[in-house]
């Protein structure tokens, strides 16, 4: 490997870079071509050598989806381009409904305009595993990329271009009540923050009584100015518009459309937290479901209260969604969620799906007939306020590892007012206390920052535990 080459790494979900900078074509044909060898190798029995490739609206990523199916089809598979952008589901199911050996999308999701990414999907339409990454990377620039022109492929039909979308559509059909979203009447607001999944609820509620207002859905490579995240301080043009035009909900999805945020009919931001104990709710109580709830360590103690009240088991794992893929492969599960908004479902794909759970919200407010903020009033009645914070901080990664020996030898007494119950330290340092606050310090995968998470019964507390972390952050 020659100085001048770039080093690829895979993070917490595919391989991300800068445009230009170090996601090029070059690069790209170099993590397509060891994508292909090692699937060449490892072939997963059931599945055909057939690869399916998807992209978003980000900058040339038409272009570098088109690129991408080339490598695979010089490599000898079959592959499925779905072309126009679509939501990372919609490609995560192309996968799994194909049988494909996998699937790759080209996405750098919730990041900077500047930024694409490369996001490998498995053939059970779930993230690849962390080992199959590290193979993969194991095999770059083992063999030059070999390429095969795709209108060629196309016409001795090794390649098939098509919209991966109605597949997926009618997939989140046959898992919500349709016919009684079809007639609820429900005003549903859609911010899509220039991402793919713009229009897609018009689509799916094409012809229903239910009335769609799409926000931000014109396709924008710098999205508006923003980085496409699902998050409040994103949300202001929306809220100003919701203000004025009250709906019955808003939803929000990421740039890929996986994750999701939301506001109350009028603008007022809906924390994911407060989505997933929503869902959860509607899960168990409306819809009878059963099985274990999987949520990553930084997801509200709310839902832990509720699974001890419903009576269902609740498995904490480290963050990234595919830690909870992991657990939904194995089954028997009824929720799959995390705090940054991914949220997975049963009989589905094992796969965070931000228009699944926007359909899922809007079959639950035509179940209960009752506003969102009654709702969400309910379940703190039942269960407690809730009030999470979380801040980033920049900290040296050389410090890291001492920084977190440090926090598991020396942990607080107390939160707040409240005793501490447990320390977990294998994603960061965790201290939970005996009332369900808890503070949790853990380090990007990345970059040299260090965040800081924490939730209290009230707002001041949140902050108050966050100053706590901020406080052990110089004591190393």
Not at 147 to 169: C, G, M, N, T, Y
Not at 244 to 257: R, S, W
Not at 289 to 313: D, Y
Request: proline residues 6%; aromatic residues 8%; hydrophobic residues 40%.
């Amino acid at each position: 490997m020659n100085s001048m080459t770039t080093q690829i790494k895979f993070g917490t979900d595919g391989w991300r870079a800068v445009i230009a900078e170090d996601f090029t074509f070059k690069n790209l044909e170099r993590v397509s071509q060891a994508t292909a060898d090692y699937w060449r190798q490892n072939p997963v029995p059931g599945t055909a050598p057939k690869v399916v490739v998807g992209y978003d609206r980000r900058f040339l990523s038409d272009q570098f989806a088109r690129r991408t199916a080339e490598i695979f089809l010089g490599n000898g598979f079959q592959v499925v381009l779905g072309i126009p952008a679509a939501p990372t589901p919609s490609v995560s199911f192309a996968v799994k409904a194909e049988k494909a050996v996998g699937g790759v999308m080209i996405t750098a999701s919730h990041n900077p305009p500047s930024f694409n990414g490369f996001k490998l999907k498995a053939h059970y339409g779930g993230s690849a595993e962390p080992a199959v990454c590290q193979a993969i990377e194991g095999l770059l620039d083992r063999n030059p990329p070999r390429a095969l022109d795709l209108d060629e492929a196309i016409q001795s039909k090794r390649a098939v271009v098509r919209d991966v979308r109605p597949a997926h559509f009618a997939a989140i059909k046959r898992l919500v009540d349709f016919k009684l979203i079809a007639k609820s009447k429900l005003r549903f607001a859609h911010e899509a923050l220039y991402g793919v999944g713009a229009g897609c609820f018009e689509e799916l509620l094409a012809g229903t009584s239910c009335r769609v207002t799409t926000l931000n859905a014109q396709h924008d490579p710098f999205f508006g100015g923003i980085n496409p995240e699902p998050i409040p301080k994103n949300y202001t043009k929306s809220a100003a518009f919701l203000k004025k035009h009250p709906h019955d909900l808003c939803l929000v999805t990421d740039g890929d459309a996986d994750r999701v945020g939301g506001m109350d009919g009028r603008g007022n931001p809906l924390s994911t937290h407060q989505i997933i104990c929503l869902l959860l709710r509607h899960l168990r109580a409306n819809r009878g479901g059963a099985g274990r709830v999987v949520i990553a360590l930084t997801t509200t103690s709310m839902v832990k209260k509720m699974c001890a009240s419903l009576g269902l088991e609740c498995v904490e794992t480290g963050v990234g969604f595919k830690y909870i893929c992991a657990e939904m492969l194995k089954g028997d599960v009824l929720l799959g969620a995390e705090e940054s908004g991914g949220i997975g479902f049963p009989g589905h794909i094992p796969e965070r799906d931000g228009i699944l759970a926007g359909m899922m919200l809007l079959e639950m407010l035509a179940t209960e007939k009752t506003s969102i903020n009654k709702l969400c009033a309910q379940l703190e009645k039942e269960f407690g306020p809730h009030r999470y914070a979380r801040l980033d901080a920049h900290f040296p990664l050389e410090k890291r590892a001492a920084l977190m020996a440090f926090c598991k030898n020396n942990p607080p007494a107390k939160l707040l007012r409240s005793p501490l119950a447990s320390v977990k330290s294998y994603d960061g340092v965790k201290f939970v206390a005996a009332d369900g606050s808890w503070l949790m310090l853990r380090g990007s995968g990345t970059e040299p920052i260090l965040r800081i998470y924490a939730e209290a019964p009230s707002d001041a507390g949140a902050q108050k535990l966050l100053q706590l972390g901020v406080a052990l952050t110089k004591r190393v």
